[in-house]
Nanobody, 119 residues
Framework: QVRLVESGGGSVQAGGSLRLSCTAS????????MGWYRQAPGQEREGVAR???????MYADSVKGRFTISQDNAKSTLNLQMNDLEPEDTAMYYC?????????????YSQGTQVTVSS
């Protein structure tokens, strides 16, 4: 059974930094890819950053240059370093897994953690 458990998040002032981590387990093989997603009140969930099957990191335009996604070699831990945070980054953040990797959207999500950025 796939399980995604994230930690981190919290409240910070604009310009500050936060780090999210996600521990993944329960995959039957290595054909899965992970990423970070967020949902602000009244808005749809959107992709923030992901790692594709070839290992490349992809970012939403709104976070390029400020956020960095990383993953350990075993693909058991996914991190998101968020720097220079802006109030617009305030949302519930989720790590998600696409099983198999060529899915367009995740079929598994973590429980979510709140990130609040004050101006």
């Amino acid at each position: 059974q796939v399980r995604l458990v994230e930690s981190g998040g919290g409240s910070v002032q604009a310009g500050g930094s936060l780090r999210l981590s996600c521990t993944a387990s329960g995959f039957s093989d290595n054909n899965y890819c992970m990423g970070w997603y967020r949902q602000a009140p009244g808005q749809e969930r959107e992709g923030v950053a992901r790692i594709d099957g070839d290992g490349r990191a992809m970012y939403a335009d709104s976070v390029k240059g400020r956020f960095t996604i990383s993953q350990d070699n075993a693909k058991s831990t996914l991190n998101l370093q968020m720097n220079d945070l802006e109030p617009e980054d305030t949302a519930m953040y989720y790590c998600g897994a696409r099983v198999p990797c060529d899915r367009l959207r995740p079929n598994y999500y973590s429980q979510g953690t709140q990130v609040t950025v004050s101006s």
